[in-house]
């Protein structure tokens, strides 16, 4: 019955080793959004996909890529992750009908940790 | 700027009736969510405002003024269950997909 599955859902990895997360969903939604939130912050867009389209958030480090093969699946890599990167990554989607309340539906996140 | 401002915490007592405010500036609007986050989990969508007034969905209500830029949250008949974080959140942007999040306000219900 999940329809939006992130794996895995707690990471661990050492400072600057390549790390990649990913976010499947079974709702056949257009956009699929990923966000970092850091513990009692809000969650903070780091990009999103309408279809292919892909949209970066301007402050977005470059150390953050993204990938969607498909409707279904997307990815985000963190290329050299730093201390400063561990929190809760959560993805999200939305139908991107925009006659709806294009309300968001989140995965159950990934928490990583670096060491 | 973008702006959203909710309180950072807020204690009830199990069976009473507690209101989270939130105010907004946003360059752009097109609706004001409310989500509810358990510690460790995901936000889940709770309600959608986009015209001014009072939207009721069981024991949660959630009102909109946009004239004000504020809307509130509001719980009744708490459970132990609504121990949570409650984020306010604006959009999405016309013309786009961007939602802003406030931080969230962390309510404790007691017994």
């Known amino acids: 019955d999940a329809m939006v599955i992130q794996n895995p859902r707690y990471q661990v990895t050492q400072f600057g080793k390549p790390v990649t997360l990913s976010c499947s969903q079974t709702?056949?939604?257009?956009?699929m959004y990923w966000y970092q939130q850091k513990s009692s912050q809000a969650p903070k867009l780091l990009f999103h996909?309408?279809?292919?389209?892909?949209?970066n958030e301007a402050d977005t480090p470059d150390n953050f890529q993204s990938r969607r093969p498909n409707t279904s699946f997307c990815f985000l890599d963190i290329r050299s992750p730093g201390l400063g990167d561990a929190a809760m990554y959560l993805c999200?989607?939305?139908?991107?009908?925009?006659?709806?309340?294009?309300?968001?539906?989140f995965g159950p996140g990934t928490r990583l940790t670096v060491l | 700027g973008q702006n959203i401002d909710q309180p950072t915490e807020m204690t009830a007592t199990e069976g009473a009736i507690v209101q989270i405010n939130c105010t907004y500036q946003?360059?752009?609007?097109?609706?004001l969510f409310w989500y509810q986050q358990h510690a460790g989990e995901a936000p889940t969508f709770l309600s959608y405002?986009?015209?001014?007034g009072l939207e009721e969905k069981g024991r949660f209500s959630s009102f909109l003024s946009r004239s004000k830029g504020y809307s509130y949250l509001l719980l009744k008949e708490l459970q132990m269950k609504d121990s949570a974080s409650y984020l306010c959140?604006?959009?999405?942007?016309?013309?786009?997909?961007?939602?802003?999040f406030g931080a969230g306000t962390r309510l404790f219900v007691k017994a």
């Open positions: 946003t360059s752009g609007f097109n609706g």
């Open positions: 999200a989607t939305s139908s991107g009908d925009r006659v709806s309340t294009d309300t968001q539906y």
């Open positions: 405002n986009v015209l001014d």
């Open positions: 996909y309408y279809d292919k389209d892909f949209n």
């Open positions: 709702l056949n939604h257009n956009v």
């Open positions: 959140a604006v959009g999405p942007y016309t013309g786009g997909f961007k939602t802003i």
